[in-house]
C-alpha cells in the first residue's frame, strides 16, 4: 500500500475480529518498530509481543478503561524504554525513540490491512506500574504504551476532528 | 512509494542539495504530520515551518552541534508540544504525540524521495529555551523537535547498527 495514503487513512481500531495475524506479518510489523531513528542510534525500547488471551485481558486490567480493545485483539505489544540503552546525558529520550517505534509498527501494520490502537502508558504512572508488575520488568525497563492489533471488526471509522490553527510559517 | 519500504529504507540525511521543496510536497508532509493520532485526540501540537537562510542558521546555532544539517537544508520544522490543548491529567503525553506527528512527518517526505533528520530538541532544556526565545514562544508552547529537510547530497546511507536483543514473546 503507498506510504502517503497509509499515513493519511490510518484511523485508530477498538473491536477487532477472530482473524489471526500471520507470523510474516508480525515479523514485517516488528521489523518497521526497530527500524526507525533512535536518539544517537541508541535503540533503546524493547518489546513484549503477547497472543495469550489471559495475559491480554490482564493488560488491559492493568491499563484503564481505554485498554478494552486489547480484550478483543489478536496481538498486543507492549513497548517500553530501555534507560540502559538510552543517551546518558538526556535519557528522556527514551520516550520520543518509543513513540516513533510506535508509530512505525502501526504505520506496517495499516499498510497490510491490519487495525490497531495506542493505549497510552506512561507518563500515567499507575498503569506504568501496573504493566511493570504484571511482566515483571526490571527498573531499566519502562513501559511506554500498548499497542493492540487485529483486523478491523468496526465499521466505519470516526469523524475526523478539524485541525487547529497549528501550521505556522516563518514565526509564531 | 510504498509503505513498508518507505518505513524500512528510510535513513537519516544531514547534507542537502539546493534542490527545493515544492509548496505542494510540503503541504503533503504537514498534512501527513497532523494525521497522526494524538491522546484522546488533542491534536496538542504546532509545527513553525522555516525556509528562512539566517533563521535556519540560528535554529542550528541554538541547538547543538548535531544541528548542523539545518544549515543545508530546504526547509526547517520545529515541532512543538501546545500545552494548552494537552490531556489535562496527564499532559507530558505531548511528547509522545509531537513524535508521532514527527515520525509522519519524515516518513511523508520520505515516499516523496526527500532526506529528512531528526534533530533532538526536548528534553535537553538549554536547547527548548534557545528555540523558545528565538521564536518567541509563549510559555505553554515547548519546542520538541527540529526536522531539516531537503533532497540528499550524501552518497551512501550510514551502516546499520546489529539489533540487540529486544523482542521478547509473552513475557520478558
Chains 1, 2 share one sequence.
Not at 493505549?119 to 519502562?142: D, K, S, W
Amino acid at each position: 500500500m503507498d506510504a502517503i495514503q497509509t499515513i493519511m487513512s490510518r484511523r485508530s481500531v477498538r473491536q477487532f475480529t477472530d482473524q489471526p495475524i500471520t507470523p510474516e506479518q508480525l515479523q514485517v510489523i516488528l521489523d518497521a518498530a526497530t527500524s526507525g531513528p533512535s536518539c544517537v542510534y541508541a535503540q533503546d525500547w524493547d518489546f513484549i509481543v503477547v497472543r495469550d488471551r489471559a495475559m491480554l485481558n490482564r493488560m488491559a486490567d492493568g491499563n484503564g478503561r481505554p485498554a478494552e480493545p486489547l480484550r478483543s485483539c489478536n496481538v498486543g505489544i507492549l513497548i517500553c524504554g530501555n534507560l540502559e540503552r538510552a543517551f546518558p546525558p538526556a535519557q528522556d529520550y527514551w520516550i520520543i525513540d518509543g513513540a516513533i517505534a510506535g508509530q512505525n509498527l502501526v504505520l506496517a501494520a495499516a499498510a497490510q490491512g491490519i487495525g490497531s490502537v495506542w493505549l497510552g502508558t506512561y507518563p500515567q504512572m499507575e498503569r506504568v506500574e501496573n504493566q511493570r508488575a504484571l511482566f515483571g520488568l526490571p527498573e531499566h525497563i519502562v513501559p511506554h504504551s500498548l499497542i493492540a492489533l487485529g483486523y478491523p471488526a468496526e465499521e466505519e471509522p470516526r469523524a475526523k476532528k478539524p485541525l487547529p490553527d497549528c501550521i505556522h510559517y516563518e514565526h509564531w
